[in-house]
């Protein structure tokens, strides 16, 4: 498929953050429309299945993708993945650990972007080489607006050798842009707190899924942003 935007998302410390992003997101894209996948390159996230609530359901894990060997047929991949029918698709671990390394990656995205236009990646942070970062169209460094949290994603921006764009979660708007602005990074988007995400995750409910707040408001834009940022580059 020609046009496809590949996003790298990345959390500046734990529990900055990212892997709601990433979730929310893609069920505004999918909301909107778009043939969008989330893809889980965290192995020590837990899995994203979960942050969408959709772990019981049945469908391939990374765990059954190893062993493959040449190119991976998009359509056929989606098909075999969880709730591809009324949702994003879903490139998940598992409940098993195992480790999937930067060749199965690579032709994982290669299939997935045949038959999509939006492709999120919680990249995680075991792997922020700049090698692992080359061929992402964005990278997203989610950050909690706290000092700490800022101070992370200095440290982050500086180790992966690319300049990502800056997403903050909490704190107010004017501080969040001087950080941005002393870190040399541009302020993407000002996620506001909602306490009502942790009981939906509780409850598996994805993060996007209510129409109404102001931190689905917030992945809106910033959807919109990425999305008319490739469409003004074509």
Do not use: K
């Amino acid at each position: 498929m020609n046009d496809v935007r590949t996003i790298a998302v990345l959390g500046a410390g734990t529990g900055a953050g990212a892997t709601t992003l990433v979730v929310a997101l893609a069920c505004r894209a999918h909301a909107a429309a778009r043939r969008v996948a989330a893809i889980d390159a965290d192995p020590c996230g837990g899995g994203l299945d979960i942050a969408f609530g959709i772990e019981t359901e049945p469908g391939i894990r990374w765990e059954d993708l190893l062993g493959s060997d040449g190119p991976l047929d998009g359509a056929r991949l989606v098909e075999r993945l969880p709730a591809c029918d009324d949702g994003p698709a879903v490139v998940s671990f598992g409940r098993q650990w195992c480790t999937v390394d930067a060749e199965l990656l690579e032709r994982t995205l290669r299939g997935i972007r045949q038959v999509h236009e939006l492709v999120l990646v919680d990249v995680g942070r075991h792997d922020l080489s700049p090698a692992a970062l080359a061929d992402y169209d964005d990278v997203l460094l989610v950050a909690r607006g706290t000092a700490s949290g800022l101070a992370a994603a200095g440290a982050t921006a500086q180790r992966i050798e690319r300049v990502p764009r800056l997403v903050v979660r909490g704190g107010n708007r004017a501080a969040a842009g001087e950080a941005a602005a002393a870190l040399g990074l541009h302020l993407a988007a000002l996620l506001p707190t909602d306490r009502r995400l942790a009981l939906d995750a509780e409850r598996g409910v994805p993060a996007g899924a209510r129409t109404r707040s102001a931190y689905v408001g917030e992945c809106d834009t910033l959807l919109r942003d990425l999305l008319l940022r490739d469409e003004a580059a074509a």
